[in-house]
């Protein structure tokens, strides 16, 4: 076990290219990430917004009120281009002609619709990195890891390098940007 705490000291020399080192900061930060996200979100749905219309009411108040007033929204062109909508939709915010030839509309609108969308996307589609466990079906390597690293978290063990002690910042207080190394 103790070449595994060696080993944990280098962990700032992660490799954003190698999957196991993707799957190790799923594994140790994820769950944590999407906590804190979910904590701020509700938070901040619940504080008062000050202003003459909001009367001191949260966000989460004013939506409510408004569904409470006018119903639930539904946006049934979420995801499509404006110019796309104004085409198939028109101005008076229903497809143009769709009293007359409602029967009549192409069965590929759409294959149509998604053609005209490509234009508008100016990247190539981004790679999602794989989630799969590093230790594969090794049931063996995977428990003695997080028993490790239980033990690593119960001695209170910091890993050098990673700003995380006093002694590694510039200041007298952690910093607020920092460059986060890879590779």
């Known amino acids: 076990m ?19 080192h993707l799957w190790l ?5 994820l769950d ?3 906590q804190d996200c979910s904590d701020f979100r509700e938070e901040w749905n619940c504080h008062p917004i000050w ?4 009367n001191d009411k949260s966000p989460k108040d004013l939506r409510f009120l408004g569904q409470t007033l006018f119903g639930v929204y539904r946006d049934d ?4 281009h404006p110019d796309v909508i104004e085409e198939y939709y028109g101005i008076h915010g229903h497809p143009a002609d769709e009293e007359d030839d409602a029967d ?3 069965p590929d609108i759409i294959e149509s619709i998604n ?13 999602v990195p794989s989630h799969r466990s590093a230790f594969g079906t090794d049931k063996e390597t ?5 028993t490790v690293l239980a033990e690593v978290v119960a001695k209170k063990i910091t890993p050098a390098y990673c700003q995380l002690t006093p002694d590694e910042w510039e200041g007298d207080q952690y910093p607020a940007f920092e460059t986060i190394r890879a590779g």
């Open 2 to 20: 103790e070449g595994v705490f060696t080993r944990l000291e280098n962990w700032h020399m992660l490799n954003p290219q190698n999957a196991n």
């Open 25 to 29: 900061l799923h594994a140790l930060f």
């Open 32 to 34: 944590d990430i999407n």
């Open 51 to 54: 202003g003459p219309d909001t």
């Open 77 to 80: 062109c979420e995801g499509v």
């Open 104 to 106: 009549e509309q192409s």
């Open 115 to 127: 053609d005209q969308q490509r234009q508008h996307i100016h990247h190539d589609a981004v790679r």
């Open 142 to 146: 995977r428990e003695q890891f997080f």
